[in-house]
């Protein structure tokens, strides 16, 4: 197909994107990729390749399928494909005969993957039809993947332990970003993780956080994360304050699991129209308050006991923010862990690695704490013995009414 012959109008990409939205409808999951790759070859794009993340967020891995150019997998750092991916912007990489072009898929604000694709030449019109599209195919991709193992299976490249099958599935996306707010989590390691988990939900405008610990490891830790995590949701469908959530989530622990075991936890509302936090801190570490790229504090809570313990009502602390601030939770594998010398790594280390990526330029809330959480694992001699997770928060500020203008 000629450059020439190719119709890229806006009257054209409407009609093509309701004809692959109608196609898709009952298309088998398998058949989705290679749906998408012949409507690109209708505007003369060669070479399609869909990339999911795998769930180490290491590697871009490609889907098979008919008509799919099925490469290697591509590394999330160095690669145009990762810079796709973390930066949610398109790439262009001019090669001897056109252009291969990165696209990130997203879902809402959530990075699924990236289309990669070549054309011969690329001008405006290619790059807001393409971009539609592969906001079409993340919402596709999601959307099967509901009801198939394809994707999992494409995204696992390794074993993974019944613990943390659990815990995957019970986690909300793992980036949430909007003009007020943005949020990024990951846990470590990805494929035998058991007893951390986190969630969060916005409503209104109140963004509802929680980071949890289960004690112990295993079976028994993911499945004591779950009540817990299923506690959170029922109290936060039916409560407002914390107060209700954490006695609530106390109440399903003690119940299900008895005197002897317990769950460390945060609990937050975060305003996103004014900054204000409130704090519920259930024998965790203390969040990180980050400002200007450096941690300027602790953010110190009332003694509250885990849950499960039968405490008395949490008091509540509150914070308030400043347009920018960043929030880092995280659970105690991160400071635990042994390092060279037996002792644990330790808060001061976690702090001083915070302080050293600040210095750096910012990629984005998901990209530095990817960042950040590679850089604690190679301080920590790349080991990862207990559960190690991370959650930011960046409040961006601004009102928490906006809405997007149409052009």
Known sequence: MSEDSVDRSEGFGERLLGLL????????????A???????????????????QDYAQELLVPLPGRQLHVSEPEPVDGSPAGRAFLRAQIVEVPQAHGVRMYLPLLDGSDQVGVMALT????????????????????DMLVTKNAYTDQFFLARRREPMSVSAEIQWSLLPPLTMSIPQVSVAGILEPAYR????????????????????????HGLDAAVMATVAIGAYRHARRVFVSLAE?????????????????????????INIGTGELELVNAGHP?????????VVQQLESATTLPVGFGGEAPRIRQHMLQR???????TDGIIEEHVDGGEPFGEERLIRCVNNLG??????????????????????GGRTSDDATLFMIEWHGSAADHLAVLD
């Open 286 to 294: 203390a969040p990180l308050l980050i400002r200007d790229g450096r």
């Open 34 to 52: 290679p749906l998408i790759a012949e409507e690109v070859a209708r505007i003369g794009g060669r070479d399609v390749s869909i990339l999911l």
């Open 324 to 330: 920018g601030d960043r929030v880092v939770c995280y």
């Open 359 to 380: 210095e750096q330029p910012s990629e984005g809330t998901r990209a530095d704490l990817r960042r950040l959480s590679h850089t604690l694992k190679r301080e920590r």
């Open 245 to 269: 959530k954490y006695a609530f989530m106390d109440d399903a622990i003690s119940r299900q699991f008895g005197p002897d075991h317990f769950v460390t936890a945060q609990l937050m509302h």
């Open 193 to 216: 993780v058991a007893g951390d988990s986190l969630d969060y939900a916005l409503n209104d405008n109140i963004l509802h956080v929680a980071v949890i610990d289960a004690m112990g």
């Open 21 to 32: 939205l109608d196609r898709a409808r009952l298309m088998p999951p398998q058949l989705i």
């Open 119 to 138: 054309l011969d030449a690329v001008g405006d019109d290619d790059r807001r039809l393409l971009g539609r599209l592969a906001g079409l195919v993340a």
